[in-house]
């Protein structure tokens, strides 16, 4: 009985020390969990301070840039009230909603992109929640997307300045970021991007427009070798010119006031951005124009303004036309189609899809969902 | 003096004047220029001929003749390469084009770096919009026999996996093409050429839509008859094309010995019976089997 009491004791002992030995061992590897979180959380303190201070830097700099550019701004506005160009009621609007950018003070241009929605009608207050519609919709685009392979084609959001919009895989999406993507993609199928990536001679590119240089910079992140020329609404640049500077801060840009016109385009391979006033465009001499790009801006134009834009890229030898059609610019599709058409054999890029209904000879084709942008790829025409 | 050109555009046309104009200019904008154009025209009409003179007068690179009496479909074909080869006997490369389908500006320069690059290559196309009246779409789907050495191999894919009409209107190596035969008088001549042509060297298909095909009708033999003869139809046609393609292969590999020196008799009659299995499991098993079409003519 006395042995079989003290084995029992001796286990209890057993069991005690343990016991005892097994939570040291826990509250060690809490401990080490806690620091090890601690370190994280410190990293991503750390991370995030960097970030901060690199934002607040990109600000500073864009405020600086910004004063540069609203000088030269005013020039290019009293240049384009001496020639009388006849805005359009749209137009009109955008410049009244841009007018607060006239005297912006540093917290503004902090928070630029806040401002463009006079541009593109995207509003940063849309993206407050992750359970929208909108969110819903734009994440299965962007899975959409990626399915198709359009990996390689797209660029996130910058949190530079103001960047907005919902975030996945840590990659900050909005309405703007998925066109200009979609934009590229049909320039890939329209197979007029390749060129970019696989040749070293440095193209011009010119977007009329340009609206708040959103897509300048997805561009030039893809492909630097280009000098990106952008013409249109002076009051525009106010936003455009101050944030490609902010995006890209080597960049080398040029206003059109900053030379006498005859020089513009000088020694014009080593710029990056050149900003021109509309009423300059049809008279510039850029030396070779590889693509022109209409990003839903001629929509917005009369019809002579218009067809003044795609006869210069014409008579640029400008080889290649696009034009993007918003979702709620269907209405002028036809006009800006017809005067393409005049200089550019006119392709349509359909969309990508997930999947298509058979197409059957004399049925006619399923409408364009209203939420799907149209896109338009010209070749420059021989006889015109 | 001009430098010969290194290719040539041979289009057999055929009364579409409403597209002609937008296909001349495809082909005129090419941005690698080093090329000519001989239009060999089946069915003139003043309205052609008018417009062929507009691009006449504005490049010289353009040759056009009217045929004197119909030659069908495949004789046009047939003409547009021979033609072409006596106007201008130095070309390298050769392509057919339609006189209603558009041509990317890029299409030349990039199939032609294929082709530099890859002396193996015999034929380069590219990926293609279905162009349709009323909508687009694009075919992003590739077939090739890029880096297959063995030609079984190859012959195969090209029997199961590619679409003979887009392939045809690919880029093509001259003498490679002149071995395989250009157009025979059989039914789905462009699948017996580009089967023939498989056995000479590797198919390479690019990823970039650089061709726009206008779709004007669906596929049937009795379509396919009364557009490739002029006159009378041969009864061979009627015999199942697969096996329209084997005699065409057992004549030229083992009678004619063409496949020398890459291949002897012996291994052309091997390659020309692996055709015969090959094209005839697909043609039992694939949805645009030749039956099925006769079984929807008849149904209809």
């Known amino acids: ?384 | 003096m001009n430098r010969p050109p290194r290719v040539l555009f041979g289009m057999p046309a055929y009364n579409r004047p409403d597209a002609l104009s937008r296909t001349l200019e495809s082909l005129l904008s090419q941005t690698c220029t080093d090329f000519a154009i001989v239009i060999v025209d089946d069915q003139p009409t003043a309205a052609v001929r008018a417009i062929v003179e507009r691009y006449q007068s504005l490049d010289t690179r353009i040759t056009y003749e009217a045929n004197a009496t119909r030659l069908g479909m495949i004789g046009n074909w047939h003409w547009a390469f021979a033609r072409g080869l006596e106007i201008h006997p130095t070309i390298e490369y050769f392509a057919w084009v339609s006189d209603h389908d558009m041509w990317h500006p890029r299409w030349l320069e990039v199939l032609v770096a294929e082709l530099d690059e890859h002396p193996e290559v015999v034929m380069a196309y590219p990926q293609m919009q279905r162009v349709f009246p009323r909508e687009r779409r694009a075919i992003t789907r590739l077939s090739d026999t890029a880096g297959m050495t063995s030609p079984i191999a190859r012959l195969r894919r090209a029997i199961s996996e590619m679409t003979a009409g887009n392939a045809v209107y690919g880029l093509f190596r001259v003498d490679a093409l002149e071995r395989a035969g250009v157009f025979r008088g059989v039914l789905m001549p462009d699948r017996q050429l580009l089967v023939e042509l498989s056995l000479f060297g590797e198919f390479r298909h690019v990823p970039q839509m650089l061709w726009y095909r206008e779709v004007a009708g669906v596929f049937s033999l009795t379509r396919q008859r009364n557009m490739l003869f002029s006159d009378r139809v041969p009864l061979h046609t009627y015999v199942p094309p697969p096996l329209q393609h084997f005699g065409i292969l057992m004549w030229d590999l083992v009678v004619r010995g063409t496949g020398r020196p890459t291949f002897g008799r012996m291994a052309g009659a091997w390659y020309s019976l692996c055709q015969l299995w090959f094209a005839t499991k697909r043609e039992v098993l694939h949805d645009d089997a030749w039956w099925r079409s006769v079984l929807a003519t008849e149904q209809k």
């Open chain 1, 1 to 384: 009985m006395s042995t079989s009491k003290a084995e029992r004791d001796r286990l209890r002992l057993q069991r005690r020390e343990e016991l005892v030995a097994r939570r040291v061992e826990l509250k060690a590897a809490k401990r080490q969990a806690d620091d090890e979180r601690a370190a994280r959380k410190q990293e991503e303190r750390a991370r995030l301070e960097s970030e901060r201070l690199a934002l607040d830097a990109i600000a500073e700099k864009a405020y600086e840039d910004y004063l540069v550019v609203r000088e030269g701004v005013r020039r290019m506005r009293e240049c384009e009230d001496r020639n009388g160009v006849a805005y359009t009621d749209h137009e009109r609007r955008a410049i009244e909603g841009l007018a607060p950018l006239w005297t912006a003070n540093a917290e503004m241009i902090a928070q630029l992109r806040r401002w463009c929605e006079p541009l593109s009608g995207v509003r940063a207050a849309d993206y407050a929640s992750e359970s929208s519609e909108l969110a819903t919709r734009l994440k299965r685009e962007l899975s959409m997307l990626r399915r198709q392979g359009a990996h390689d084609l797209f660029v996130q959001e910058s949190r530079a300045l103001g960047g907005f919009g919902f975030e996945k895989h840590g990659e900050l999406y909005n309405e703007d970021t998925l066109l200009f993507c979609k934009t590229l993609v049909a320039l890939h199928d329209g197979a007029l991007v390749q060129p970019y990536r696989a040749s070293d001679e440095r193209r011009l590119v010119w977007e009329i427009g340009g609206g708040w240089g959103g897509f300048a910079c997805q561009f030039k992140t893809l492909f630097p070798n280009v000098t990106y020329l952008i013409t249109g609404l002076p009051d525009a640049f106010l936003v455009s010119a101050v944030y490609v500077q902010a995006l890209f801060p080597d960049a080398r840009c040029r206003l059109f006031t900053d030379m006498p016109p005859a020089d513009l385009f000088q020694q014009w391979k080593e710029i990056d951005f050149i900003f021109v006033p509309e009423s300059a465009a049809t008279t510039m001499q850029p030396p070779r124009v590889d693509l022109a790009l209409d990003l839903s801006t001629l929509c917005q134009m009369s019809v002579d303004r218009m067809r003044a834009h795609v006869r210069r890229a014409f008579d640029l030898r400008c080889r290649y036309w696009y034009s993007l059609f918003r979702p709620d610019a269907s209405a002028a599709e036809s006009a800006v189609c017809d005067v393409v058409n005049e200089c550019y054999w006119p392709h349509p890029i359909p969309a990508r899809r997930e999947r298509w209904a058979p197409a059957v000879m004399g049925v006619e084709p399923e409408p364009r969902p209203d939420t799907e942008a149209a896109h338009l790829v010209g070749w420059r025409r021989v006889c015109a």
